[in-house]
């Protein structure tokens, strides 16, 4: 797909409050609709773009707009799912790839060297393996997800993309963006299940990469010290 709507309402809408059907397909076929068109302008114009839009100003129905802005309402607190609606430790880490490269080898599949985290909390962190993301061709990829386990908080996944070699047209909602990281504006979603599991994502574009860190924690984790930290990471990535 060459086309990514970076937006907390659609989130909340397709994973932790599902609308009305009729409501939910129309949010469905208009990005089918949009994904289509990017696709068509990727052929003449390869290159990827990323731009802020409120909105009004989206090219949208007006029920998907209505619909888009309730669910950026909904994700700006924390968001309460049932039990189960988060994974265990356990279940995440029999479905996590092992493969560890070498940074001279993923300079050679990446179109830009990976970020660099040693300065962060992930450092030191257990890396527990890492796998291709976004575009891929052959042995190639447009971009990179790296997972670690880091004490006292979970797992924390960190994935970065650049999208302007992938050819992908990023439109970030702006009232969906209610943090900033690096002067940048940002998504931060908290979500807690009745288990008291719980996920924190932190969502970013810089230069020509998005940026997306997501820390799930095991029972009792504390959401909003997750969203620190996850600050505090993503503060210190370097490219």
Same mark, same amino acid.
């Given at each position: 797909?060459?086309?990514?709507?970076?937006?907390?309402?659609?989130?909340?809408?397709?994973?932790?409050?599902?609308?009305?059907?009729?409501?939910?397909?129309?949010?469905?076929? &208009?990005?089918?609709?949009?994904? $289509?068109?990017?696709? !068509?302008?990727?052929?003449?114009?390869?290159?990827?773009?990323?731009?802020?839009?409120?909105?009004?100003?989206?090219?949208?129905?007006?029920?998907?707009?209505?619909?888009?802005? !309730?669910?950026?309402?909904?994700? $700006?607190?924390?968001?309460?799912?049932a039990d189960g609606g988060?994974?265990?430790?356990?279940?995440?880490?029999?479905?996590?790839?092992?493969?560890?490269?070498?940074?001279?080898?993923?300079?050679?599949?990446?179109?830009?060297?990976?970020?660099?985290?040693?300065?962060?909390?992930?450092?030191?962190?257990?890396?527990?393996? $890492?796998?291709?993301?976004?575009?891929?061709?052959?042995?190639?990829?447009?971009?990179?997800?790296?997972?670690?386990?880091?004490?006292?908080?979970?797992?924390?996944?960190?994935?970065?993309?650049?999208?302007?070699?992938?050819? $992908?047209?990023?439109?970030?909602?702006?009232?969906?963006?209610?943090?900033?990281?690096?002067?940048?504006?940002?998504?931060?979603?908290?979500?807690?299940?009745?288990?008291?599991?719980?996920?924190?994502?932190?969502? &970013?574009?810089?230069?020509?990469?998005?940026?997306?860190?997501?820390?799930?924690?095991?029972?009792?984790?504390?959401?909003?010290?997750?969203?620190?930290?996850?600050?505090?990471?993503?503060a210190a990535i370097v490219?």
């Amino acid at each position: 797909m060459n086309f990514l709507l970076l937006c907390a309402a659609f989130v909340a809408i397709a994973v932790n409050a599902p609308a009305p059907d009729e409501e939910a397909d129309a949010v469905g076929q &208009w990005l089918q609709q949009r994904a $289509m068109q990017a696709a !068509a302008q990727a052929s003449t114009s390869p290159v990827g773009s990323d731009r802020i839009v409120r909105l009004a100003d989206l090219d949208a129905p007006n029920a998907v707009k209505q619909q888009l802005r !309730a669910g950026t309402e909904r994700a $700006m607190g924390v968001v309460q799912v049932a039990d189960g609606g988060i994974p265990t430790q356990f279940e995440m880490l029999a479905a996590l790839p092992r493969t560890h490269r070498s940074v001279s080898e993923l300079r050679q599949r990446l179109p830009q060297p990976p970020s660099r985290l040693e300065g962060s909390l992930l450092g030191p962190a257990e890396l527990i393996g $890492m796998e291709p993301s976004g575009a891929l061709n052959g042995a190639k990829s447009s971009g990179l997800s790296r997972f670690y386990r880091l004490e006292g908080v979970g797992i924390v996944e960190f994935s970065e993309n650049n999208f302007v070699a992938a050819g $992908m047209q990023i439109e970030v909602i702006a009232e969906a963006q209610n943090t900033r990281v690096n002067g940048a504006p940002a998504y931060i979603g908290k979500t807690v299940d009745g288990a008291g599991r719980t996920r924190v994502e932190l969502t &970013w574009t810089g230069g020509s990469k998005t940026y997306s860190l997501i820390a799930t924690g095991e029972k009792g984790s504390d959401v909003e010290r997750n969203a620190r930290v996850l600050h505090d990471i993503a503060a210190a990535i370097v490219d």
